[in-house]
């Protein structure tokens, strides 16, 4: 079974600059995050969709940062503009959605975008 | 409110050697699910094990082994006979609820573990 695929794996833009990361999921799995990942941090999460739904997105700036899952599988995060705190890795996660209990399953992350901001 | 303690940043050993890393966790939820995963130099979060609030049973998969104990809210991992390509960071983690919009994880700040030769 194919994991969760991101690109691109690294980026390197100067701020104010848009940048976008894209994530595809594994196969059957409904349920996507985007997670942050600082230097020396654990992830937070961004955001995270049901199908297309954005069911929490809290913690996502919205006055930069934008996402989108159209169609319920792929996913883009936007940053426009970035700024120089916006440098980080950028995880995408995906799980299945347990029909009896209606809780996620295990969290499975792809290989991160860094993002650095000169 | 929920968090995850790594109190230790960074252990040292030589290869064979036990290992322990500990995690502790604060929550007021009866329904959690506590998990470790690893990050190798790649970049990627490994998946590694995922428990139950329900279930304290202790786990030994291979050279891993988990100790849960909700009376002291710890999860700690223990490497036994250590290896090169265990040297990696470990980040527990920590979900809570049991409800449709409860499934974000709320991970500890990691502890590096690096094995030499």
């Known amino acids: 079974e194919a994991g969760v695929v991101q690109s691109p794996r690294y980026k390197i833009i100067e701020k104010k600059q848009p940048v976008a990361f894209w994530c595809n999921p594994i196969s059957g799995h409904n349920t996507l995050y985007w997670y942050r990942q600082n230097l020396g941090q654990g992830p937070e999460l961004l955001i995270r969709y049901e199908n297309e739904e954005a069911v929490d997105d809290s913690q996502l700036p919205k006055d930069r940062f934008s996402a989108e899952r159209l169609k319920g599988v792929d996913s883009t995060l936007k940053i426009q503009p970035a700024e120089l705190g916006d440098s980080a890795v950028y995880l995408c996660?995906?799980?299945?959605?347990?029909?009896?209990?209606?809780?996620?399953?295990?969290?499975?992350f792809g290989p991160g975008t860094r993002l650095t901001v000169l | 409110a929920q968090k995850v303690t790594q109190a230790q940043t960074e252990i040292s050993v030589v290869e064979k050697e036990d290992v322990t890393l500990d995690c502790v966790y604060e929550t007021r939820d009866t329904t959690y699910y506590l998990f470790w995963y690893k990050q190798p130099p790649s970049g990627e979060l490994v998946f590694l094990i995922r428990?139950?609030?329900?279930?304290?049973q202790n786990e030994i998969s291979g050279r891993y082994s988990w100790n849960f104990q909700k009376s002291t809210s710890s999860f700690n991992f223990t490497i036994t006979a250590s290896q090169v390509v265990d040297s990696a960071v470990y980040f527990c983690?920590?979900?809570?609820?049991?409800?449709?919009?409860?499934?974000?994880?709320?991970f500890g700040t990691g502890t590096r573990l690096q094995v030499f030769p």
């Open positions: 996660a995906s799980s299945r959605r347990l029909m009896i209990s209606g809780m996620g399953d295990t969290q499975y």
């Open positions: 428990r139950n609030s329900f279930d304290e």
């Open positions: 983690a920590l979900s809570v609820g049991s409800s449709y919009n409860t499934d974000k994880l709320i």
